[in-house]
């Protein structure tokens, strides 16, 4: 089936009409940011770099580590911007661009996203790096797709709805494991969490500045959360979005996070990006030895 062009926008380079990526240009192996800088931060460990591309807050660089090919890519924040990047990434591995057709053969990425996070547990140090191995999404965006129940965790979501006396106003939230491949490359160093990606900073991940919560016990209902061994471990704003529609998608996911705040402490450290550098590398390492 032919997928018209108010579909898939395709601009007249040929590239995605979001994130200006052309088919050619994409790597198998996929490291997302939300900060754009965080891409020229992560390109200097490249060997060699491809091109540049900016668009807004996407930004992008193709090039290689380890002999590797690899794509880095700025997402901005919030889900709703993983749901441009995310479709538009498995459009340029799986349509035909000149026949607007699926293709045949559906390829498989590798999608990592790297960030920072605010703990919540007492227990987890400002540094530490947290592998999201489900992450929470408070924001509905996976929702609006069918079957999300068929790539979802629906008993753990309930039990986290009654406990924290989810209101009736939200969205229903979704649990989604990350891909079991992309975990166990972080398996030996970093913390395994279940990760809230949440709709907003302030809010939505509990902050009071001069409006009140709906839900005002929210962040020790959070804490006091426990489904088997799971236990809610941090915040972020982006990987429920991209767990979810990999999984749908048929791509390998996941999302590694850099603790620069403890809410559970009240701490949080502004001079991080040394910490963001060193995960960057790492994550690199852990890719491209796969």
């Not at 979001?18 to 900060?35: M, S």
């Not at 929702?143 to 999300?148: L, Q, V």
Request: contains cysteine; charged residues 25%; hydrophobic residues 40%.
């Amino acid at each position: 089936m032919r997928i018209p062009e108010s579909e898939l926008i395709i601009n007249g380079d040929g590239s995605a009409f979001h994130i200006h990526l052309r088919p050619e240009e994409l790597a198998d192996n996929v490291i997302l940011f939300g900060d754009p800088g965080r891409v020229d931060m992560a390109a200097e460990f490249l060997e060699e770099k491809e091109f540049r591309h900016a668009s807004r807050e996407f930004v992008s660089v193709t090039g290689r580590y380890n002999g590797q090919r690899i794509t880095l890519l700025s997402t901005g924040i919030g889900t709703d911007n993983i749901d441009i990047v995310m479709t538009e990434l498995d459009a340029l591995a799986n349509v035909d661009f000149s026949t607007r057709e699926v293709k045949p053969e559906h390829r498989r990425l590798t999608v990592l996203r790297i960030g920072t996070c605010g703990a919540i547990q007492p227990d987890i140090p400002l540094g530490s790096f947290i592998f999201s191995e489900i992450s929470v999404g408070c924001d509905g965006l996976l929702n609006w797709y069918a079957d999300r129940d068929s790539i979802s965790l629906v008993d753990m979501e309930d039990a986290f709805k009654k406990h924290v006396k989810w209101d009736r106003h939200l969205p229903d939230p979704y649990f989604v494991k990350a891909s079991p491949r992309v975990k166990r490359l972080f398996d030996d160093c970093s913390v395994m969490g279940v990760t809230i990606s949440a709709s907003g900073f302030y809010g939505p991940q509990g902050r009071v500045l001069r409006l009140p919560l709906a839900m005002p016990d929210m962040l020790e209902d959070f804490e006091s959360f426990r489904y088997g061994d799971y236990r809610i471990t941090n915040f972020e704003m982006e990987g429920s979005a991209l767990a979810g529609l990999a999984a749908q998608l048929g791509h390998d996911a996941g999302t590694i996070c850099c603790a620069i705040a403890n809410r559970y402490l009240k701490g949080a450290d502004t001079d991080y990006k040394p910490m963001v550098r060193n995960l960057i590398e790492l994550s690199l390492k852990k890719l491209t030895q796969a």
